[in-house]
Structures are given as C-alpha cells and as structure tokens.
C-alpha cells in the first residue's frame, strides 16, 4: 500500500510563491508517475501537474504552466510543486496522486487513471 503526505500549503499574498511537498512510502517509488490535482470551494477537482516516474515528461494545466513547476528527487521519495506568481483563484486544497507504472514513462493527468491519494495540503492566495 502507497502512502502518500504532502506539506508545503499556507497562506500567501497574491504574487507570491509556495513549494509543496508530498512524501511517498509503502513502494518502490520510481516505479510511480506523480501528479498535482487541486479542489477549490463549490468547484471539481483539476489537474494541476504530472511528472513520469524518472522526470523524463511533465505536463501542466494550461492555467499553471508558466507558474508551477513539478519535479521529483527519487533518492527522497517525494514529488514537489514550486507555486510561483501565486493569484486567488489558486486558492484550493492540493492532492497528491500516484499510480503504478512500472517502466514506462507516461504522463497521467485524468483523476480516474490515478490509484492513490494524499489527504490534501490548503493553499490560501489573499490579495
């Protein structure tokens, strides 16, 4: 069974920056393709980020691409998420997901394709 606890959220004025983190255990994780999914109030869950299990591909929500960066340390068994240029509407809980790839180097960004999930960390942008 794969636990996964993220860290990082807090609250933060509008411009500025955040990193998220999301310690992985229970598995081999470089057997695992990460991603972000983020839920804000009276709205669905989106994706956010993905990354493939050695860093090879990412993929971003045209809404955060050129803000938010995900990248993976291996040795550590954590994925991160560097939030830059924060703006209100990226008020929401982050999740944390994963899903068993083994040796491929895919992208998932649907929520249906992953199998686990964090407990979520709250990001709050003020003005």
């Known amino acids: 069974q794969v636990q996964l606890v993220e860290s990082g959220g807090g609250l933060v004025q509008a411009g500025g920056s955040l990193r998220l983190s999301c310690a992985h255990s229970g598995r081999t994780f470089s057997n695992y393709a990460m991603g972000w999914f983020r839920q804000a109030p009276g709205k669905e869950r989106e994706f956010v980020a993905g990354?493939?299990?050695?860093?090879?591909?990412?993929k971003y929500a045209d809404s955060v691409s050129r803000r938010f960066t995900i990248s993976r340390d291996n040795a550590k068994n954590t994925v991160y998420l560097q939030l830059n240029d924060l703006k209100p509407e990226d008020t929401a809980v982050y999740y944390c997901?994963?899903?068993?790839?083994?040796?491929?180097?895919?992208?998932?960004?649907?929520?249906?394709?992953?199998?686990?999930w964090g407990q979520g960390t709250q990001v709050t942008v003020s003005l």
């Open positions: 997901t994963a899903v068993f790839t083994y040796f491929n180097e895919e992208v998932y960004y649907t929520a249906n394709q992953f199998e686990y």
């Open positions: 990354i493939s299990r050695t860093s090879k591909s990412t």
